[in-house]
């Protein structure tokens, strides 16, 4: 959406920007980069963590939509290894936030049927927030409509850090074969394995980076860049990225369909 080829849709309204959606051809697993939010906050004159707060909405209307959709797997960023560079008061506040969210809408997951997993080096969390990570992991651990996985004190290198560890670990106990290691083998060993990779990363607030997300798992994914800030991302961008995903063709290094589109 860098070049918004989707804004001639202004004057849809959500039921017919729904209509224009091609239901075999949605993405079954959506990445967020959810961006934005500090600077939402100081447009309106107030402290960051407001950004955050409202931000909160937008993760609930985006599940909302998913579950509607049938996507079955959203894997949003929420707080990464380098986030921690942060203010403390910041960084403390965001904590605050993320224990109230996972307390407070924990019954609301369970009643939706959404399993929820943390990704990342959680034990640099605060004990109270590796409580309430462990519980609702535990408390959804059978549900089964959507995966939503949150990324939390997550990196990409740190990810294929970990995997490298566990691997030669392996390795040494004999549990893997070094002579049998391949792509296979890789993606077994990184934090997101069940998950297939992301057909659709989404980044707001126009930035165009990837900042350390799923660097393994992004190689063929299809990369939107919108300018909306993160608390400003609800149910209408979120179908106008479907949308412009559903335009891209893609090729995995092949040579372009025959396929009219
Ligand atoms: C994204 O919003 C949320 C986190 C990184 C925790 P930011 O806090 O990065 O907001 P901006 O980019 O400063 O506007
Ligand atoms: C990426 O946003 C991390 C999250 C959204 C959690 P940042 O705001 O931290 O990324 P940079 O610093 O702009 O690359
Ligand atoms: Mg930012």
């Not at 986030?83 to 407070?104: C, D, F, G, K």
């Not at 990342?120 to 409580?131: D, N």
């Not at 707001?204 to 997300?213: D, K, L, P, Q």
Request: contains cysteine.
């Amino acid at each position: 959406m860098s070049h918004h080829p989707a804004s001639n849709f202004d004057h849809l309204s959500e039921g017919e920007l729904t209509a224009k959606l091609e239901p075999e051809l949605l993405p079954k697993h959506v990445a967020v980069i959810m961006d934005g939010n500090g600077r939402w906050a100081e447009l309106r004159g107030l402290p960051r963590i407001a950004g955050h707060r409202e931000g909160i909405n937008s993760v609930r209307e985006m599940i909302t939509l998913c579950l509607e959709l049938g996507i079955r797997a959203l894997t949003i960023y929420a707080f990464s290894q380098e986030n921690w560079n942060r203010p403390t008061q910041e960084i403390s506040a965001l904590m605050e936030l993320l224990e109230h969210y996972l307390s407070t809408e924990r019954a609301s997951l369970i009643e939706q049927n959404v399993c929820f997993r943390a990704i990342g080096r959680h034990e640099l969390l605060p004990p109270s927030a590796q409580h309430w990570v462990r519980t609702t992991e535990k408390e959804t651990a059978h549900l089964d409509k959507l995966s939503l996985t949150v990324a939390l004190s997550y990196g990409g290198r740190a990810e294929i850090v970990d995997a490298v560890k566990t691997m030669m670990e392996d390795v040494q106990t004999g549990t893997l074969q070094q002579g049998l290691i391949d792509e296979t083998t890789i993606r077994q060993y990184l934090y997101t394995h069940p998950l297939p990779d992301p057909d659709l990363l989404i980044r707001t607030s126009g930035e165009t980076r990837i900042s350390n997300f799923l660097l393994w798992q992004l190689a063929y994914t299809e990369l939107c860049f919108t300018p909306t800030l993160w608390p400003d991302f609800r149910r209408r961008e979120f179908l106008l990225a479907l949308i412009e995903y559903q335009r891209r063709e893609r090729r995995f290094g092949r040579v372009p369909s025959t396929v009219p589109s």
